[in-house]
């Protein structure tokens, strides 16, 4: 009587390696992850960024009050909520993407905001890169609108300062690019240490060969 029953395939792997997460797919779209994860609330990402932007922009904010006298601070909210309706948006339009699920991007950007973040708690670290894009930014808006950028001090009125709400939105916005664009480069280091670190990781995890030892007599059963 035939057995119709599979029969045991001795060349047949010891074992099934469990896939890295980055790994498992799916058959209808190719990633089983970005079907089983939810993207967060919409109230939720807000709430994130707003932090985020909120504790970057520090370094900038106390500079650029220092700046105009604490005249256009109005000017430069405005700048610091557009950065935050802007980041809330970008990460909901992308919280579905299969690259975002992917776990050396999710850690490239933790790593990246999340030094960024701390450099502007410490001000006087996070200062010296705000001066520098704060300078290349104002620059570049006196160039733009031939408003000119008047040094604080006890020696100047800058009574006319403060007037044009414009000129300080644009040096605020144009900062944070200058900033995004610094942080983009930075991000991009960060990515390849990720991977440099995972792929090491990933070699020293192999599986080692097991042997299997079957009995002949169960092939012909």
Known sequence: ????????????????????????????????????????????????WTFVCVLSAIPSFLLGMAVTNNKQIAAMVTGIVLFCVFYTWLDWRTAS????HKKSVRWTLGITYGTRVLISVAVPIGGMLDIICGVASTTLVEKLTGFQFEPSGAANDLSAFGEPFFPVLLTTLIQGVLMNVVLSIYGIVVFGIVLAIRAMSAQNELPTEKTIAVDPSSLNS
Do not use: K
């Open 97 to 100: 993407f299969l690259w975002r």
């Open 1 to 48: 009587m035939t057995d119709h029953a599979p029969r045991l395939n001795p060349y047949a792997p010891a074992e099934v390696v469990e896939q890295d997460a980055d790994e498992v797919h799916h058959p209808s779209n190719g990633d089983l992850l970005a079907e089983l994860r939810q993207p967060l609330p919409v109230w939720r990402i807000a709430i994130r």
